[in-house]
């Protein structure tokens, strides 16, 4: 089976390097955000990649055109597999992100976010803005339009996301909890297999392995649950 499974490290530099030791490169992902890329910077995603793993540097990166054109070219530059800017930067942002790709014979795949799985609808409102499928429509056709691979989206978008935009526009579903699992802070949730059903094509599986006494253990049940 592909590789499907993303573990995001949000830990310290000296607890992701202990946790990424003890997981296996052949069944999961690693994705690097802004607290460990803060705290340890490229040397830790160089580091992981020398253990064989593929790498998310997951900085969703939303600013003017240029800066975030020379952001992607730099993330290309350190050989990650995947990185992501938001959609919600618009038109102009999303296409100076892909054109930044233009010069790679192996570009990562590029990204955009949606709106995160921890808004609900009352939370959407907080910023000006209402009915949240409609706010996740309109951003992945802009990012399908601009010519990105994909999307971050909830598992429960992801099913009008491949009939809207085609089986090969490519879906990231964090908020992945298992059965019984505790929701932390997020709104929209789904178990691993439920968001294979829908078609997600990578699932973000943090606490429930990263929080586990048996982190090992608990990727190698998801693992096989997936399978």
């Not at 946790?19 to 955000?33: E, F, M, Q, S, Y």
């Not at 910023?127 to 909830?154: F, H, P, W, Y």
């Not at 059965?179 to 429930?208: C, F, H, K, M």
Request: net charge negative; charged share 25%.
């Amino acid at each position: 089976m592909e590789n499907k499974i993303i573990i995001p490290l949000d830990l310290d530099g000296k607890e992701a390097s202990e946790l990424a030791k003890t997981l296996d490169p052949k069944i999961c992902r690693l994705k690097v955000g802004n607290q460990l890329f803060t705290s340890s910077g490229p040397k830790i995603v160089k580091e992981f990649q020398q253990q064989g793993f593929d790498i998310f540097l997951d900085l969703k990166f939303h600013d003017i055109p240029n800066t975030v054109h020379e952001a992607v070219k730099s993330a290309a530059d350190l050989g990650v597999w995947m990185v992501n800017v938001h959609a919600a930067g618009g038109r102009k942002m999303l296409e100076a992100s892909r054109k930044a790709l233009e010069d790679y014979s192996n570009p990562p795949l590029l990204i955009g976010v949606t709106v995160l799985t921890s808004f609900s609808e009352d939370s959407l409102l907080d910023i000006g803005l209402s009915n949240l499928s409609e706010q996740v429509i309109r951003l992945t056709r802009l990012a399908k339009n601009s010519g990105l691979d994909g999307v971050v989206c909830a598992a429960s978008d992801t099913k009008f996301v491949k009939t809207e935009f085609g089986k090969d526009f490519l879906t990231v579903t964090p908020g992945i909890r298992p059965s019984g699992s505790r929701l932390d802070d997020q709104s929209r949730v789904s178990t691993p297999l439920e968001a294979i059903r829908n078609g997600s094509d990578y699932l973000v599986i943090g606490r429930p392995i990263t929080g586990s006494s048996e982190p090992k253990k608990a990727l190698e049940e998801i693992y096989k649950e997936i399978s």
